[in-house]
């Protein structure tokens, strides 16, 4: 019964990435051999559970890369081969732990998904004879073992079903075709917007002036943002200026802070592309953000600080590409809708291909760093 729910979950996430996200669809493979899965088994020396069988004979695993299916818990689903080669390596690195240890890792557990970038991963437990057999753990390199995602595959499959099925409520994104899971959006304080400009001699936090419209932008920000950032580094300048201003003002309404008439008049001033004169500490403008950062620090509110300390004034005085990054940065704090928000703002143009290291090595930006990759680009290429 257990693999039949395999089946049917399976057909429900087949469904759903099929209609939302055909990029990460594309990225199950078909299913593995009988042959296949047999030799595994014994190679390993352990019986799978039915479960796992059938999960094998519907995908065997996912192709590796960004675009990679992953469950819920940041694990690529593997494969034969996959499971084959991380089952054994897992057992390798448990030789030599003392009995203290028992259950860091077990001889029976085999692992059908993986973190890649660490040994972190799903398993199913394979002691056949055990109440346990076929239960669903994670593996933390810090600390061990640990059960309770779920009693069978079957039943964890059905619950990244119903995940799926309940879209943002669950924190289901999708963008350019691809799944994203976000994080729960965290509730946050309210602000009022009444509060007096406070005395020049307050004792207030520095508001960092620093920034200039010169300011290099590394290119790992960029990076971080995949074919977003590879837009944004390959965009004519006046379009990353427009859209660094819509960001901002975004960023300016998911805090308020457009509520305070000194933010208001410097963002209306900048979008007519009147950049205000640079502020000292004790200009009404600088006082404000300076109360908000009292503000932010009272409350602990780290987005509020990042908001008002780093964004708003390096929008209006600094680099449009540190800029447009920051706000979207900060943007994923408050909205799961970030990403289709910056590429409407960017003029929604057709997306690039992921960028990798050839794409930021072979880039040519002034307002980029991308000096690294340019060495290591023309090391390859000699």
Known sequence: MTADLVQASWTRIDAWLREHAPRTFATLRPPAGDDEIAAAQEELGVAFPSDLVASLLRHNGALEGPEAFRFSSGDR???VSGIFGD?????GIDQGIDGEAE?????????????????????VDCRTGRDSFGAVGRFFDETGTSFGEADSLGEYLAQEADQLERGQD??????????????????????????????????????DLSHSPTDLLHVSYLDGHEELGALIATLPYEQVVEAAQKQLRRLAVDTGLNNYPEVEAALNAWERGEAPPRPDQTDPFAL?????????????????????????????????????????EIRS???VDWRADLHADLGNPPLPPIPDDRFWGALSNPAVDSSWYAAQYAQDQS
């Open 77 to 79: 689903l593997l494969g």
């Open 87 to 91: 089952t054994g390596f897992m057992r």
């Open 103 to 123: 259950g860091y890792w077990l001889h029976g557990y085999v692992k059908f998904g993986s973190y890649d970038v660490t040994s972190d991963g799903l398993l």
């Open 170 to 207: 669950a924190g289901i994104v999708t963008f350019n075709g691809r799944l994203f899971r976000e994080a729960p959006l965290p509730a946050r304080p309210k602000y009022s917007a009444d509060e007096p400009l406070p005395a020049p001699v307050e004792q207030l936090p520095e508001l």
């Open 288 to 328: 404000r953000l300076r109360a908000v950062l009292a503000q932010a620090d009272t409350g602990r509110d780290r987005a509020l600080r990042w908001a008002a300390a780093e964004k708003i004034a390096l929008g209006i005085w600094g680099s449009p590409y540190r800029s447009v990054c920051g706000s979207a």
């Open 333 to 335: 704090h408050f909205t």
